[in-house]
Structure formats: structure tokens, C-alpha cells
């Protein structure tokens, strides 16, 4: 489990340390991607969900993923649209979490969506969230 720092991918971004605490507690809205006939292309984009979406929210996406820890498919994992990723940023969510790796497909070379959500001058962070310890906590 772990926070990407705005200085992940923002040119002058601060350490982790420099995002309030305050900016990661607030309403989750958890987004269901478990079933793959939601994925064009391993991609996950805006659906109806988003309408519930607003400045905020911690948008959190279930995939199941972490099913394959320890495995070459966990590499594999779905990511998120340029579309969908400006989208959030447009609509100022507080927090991107996700059960896989990255908001980027590792398999891509173009880390255009991490780039989308982090290029603003207040970024959804990407935070990966393991489902065993989430659930463990709830």
C-alpha cells in the first residue's frame, strides 16, 4: 500500500509529507471494475458512476487485482482512460485508489494517464490500496 508523492511525476511537486492528511479521508466512491466485459482494451473510462463523482471524493477502483501479487500477471492490470483521468482532475477528486499497480497500463510505454492526474496544481494522488488490508480495517 503505498501514495505516489506529487513529485512522482510533477515537475517541483513536494514529498509525500507535503499532502494534508485531511486530503485523504472523505467520501470513498468505490467503482467496480471486477468484471472485464467493463474494460475496452484493459482500459477503464468514464461510465455512469461518474455522475456521482464530485470535488473531494476519494474515487476508489475495485478490480480484484491483487489477486495476482507475486505473479507476472499483476503487470497486466487495466488502467485508466486520458479521458477518464482529466475527467477527475476536472471534477477536483482528492484521491485516486486502486488495487493494481498504476493508473497507467504497464504494458504501455505512454504514462499519459499518471501525467493527467498528477499535471494540476491540486492532483488526485494515486494510492494503491490493498483489498485484504482495506477490508481488514473497514
Known amino acids: 500500500t503505498h501514495m505516489d508523492a506529487p513529485s512522482h511525476t510533477l515537475v517541483g511537486g513536494g514529498a509525500s509529507e507535503s499532502v494534508a492528511l485531511t486530503r485523504l479521508v472523505g467520501r470513498g466512491v468505490v467503482v467496480d471494475v471486477t468484471d472485464a466485459d467493463d474494460l475496452v482494451d484493459g482500459l477503464i473510462g468514464p461510465g455512469p458512476w461518474l455522475d456521482s463523482v464530485g470535488p473531494g471524493d476519494l474515487v476508489l477502483f475495485r478490480a480484484d487485482w491483487d489477486r495476482f ?36 497500463r504497464h504494458a504501455a510505454d505512454d504514462p499519459s494517464v499518471e501525467a493527467a492526474t498528477m499535471e494540476t496544481t491540486s492532483p488526485a494522488f494515486s494510492a494503491r490500496i490493498s483489498r485484504r488490508i482495506a477490508v481488514a480495517g473497514a
Not at 505473479?71 to 492490470?77: F, G, K, P, S, V
Open 69 to 104: 501479487d507475486g505473479q507476472d500477471r499483476a503487470w497486466e492490470h487495466p488502467g485508466l482512460t486520458v479521458e477518464l483521468a482529466a475527467d477527475l482532475v476536472a471534477r477536483e477528486v482528492a484521491l485516486i485508489g486502486l488495487d493494481f499497480a498504476s493508473v497507467d
